[in-house]
């Protein structure tokens, strides 16, 4: 490493005038590129933590409460579920191929795919947003007007307590909402990068934004990944 | 070493786009496996199935999507392996300690 920084043609912590893109601290744009991806990184290692913890409040009170959440997950839209997760996949690939075509430096591909992720997040909000209506319309957010009478009497036999399937929606709304919240955030990231994109201050050797938050873009589709079958497919067994 | 170096400069891996619609496939198909499987009863298992196809997409998003599979800064790859041990250590003896705790 001290090898590199030394024996460049460029000294250490000079600006490097030609080339306006290379911060002076860094040696090359190879470091500096490897630099801004590793923080990403480091951010994407708190961010597990983050949804870690209600992950793990989740599965406690998913062995504690076992039939309210099973019933609970049942009362979600599957359909909107899968077809969510299908859009998000779908916005990770356009990003895959974003990062794609700024390393080829193809700018008009590259504003079309940051384009087509933003429709394909909107889409995914979109879905969101119609279910928490759908569960608003219910009395199932968890609030003074929370009612699950519904789910006790659609299921005699389980003795439903009503108060153990709060604990799950109140988990659900949680985390959903934590998710979409960062959704937002991602949205907000991409209208910047695709602005920064239309404006071509992008090139094959300077991109590391569009990696960067490419790198945020799939971690939130993968910690959906994992909230879809947790929330959407607890128990699905015909007649169970 | 500048032989090395000129090879560095230009080591950043560019995926072909038939390679990532290949990716997509196999994570939609993976999607729409987790929700039929879901309605077959498998028992105690559905809820591994549902987890081990998830674990995969995952990891194919990291590898490929995420490009770890191509990074030559063995750091993300450590900050990463971390990050998911230090999750697990959290669930694992969490669980241990509430499905040993108490009866119910």
Known sequence: MSDRAGTGTTPLAVEHEDRPELRHHFADVVQQRNAASLGMWWFLGTEIMFFGGMFCGYLVYRRAYFPEFAAGSKSLSLIAGTVNTAVLICSSLTVALAVRASQLGKRKLLVNLLLATMFFGVCFLGIKGYEWHDEYVHHHVPTFYFNAHDLVTDNPNLHLDPQRTKIFYSLYFALTGVHALHMIVGLGIFSVITFMAWRGRFSPEYHTPIEIAGLYWHFVDIVWIYLFPLLYLIDRRPGA | MAEHMEHV??????????????????????????????????GAFNTVVALLIASCKA???????????????????????????????????????YSTRYAG
């Not at chain 2, 590898?63 to 998911?84: C, D, G, N, P, R």
């Open chain 2, 9 to 42: 400069e230009h080591s950043e891996h560019i995926g072909s786009s038939s390679f990532y619609w290949l990716i997509w496939a196999i994570l939609i198909v993976g999607t729409v496996l987790t929700a039929l499987i879901a309605r077959v009863d498998l």
């Open chain 2, 59 to 97: 990891l194919i998003v990291v590898l490929f999507f995420m490009h770890v599979k191509y990074t030559s800064e063995k750091m993300t790859k450590a900050v990463l392996i971390a990050a998911v041990f230090w999750l697990l250590i959290m669930l694992f003896l969490s669980l241990s300690d």
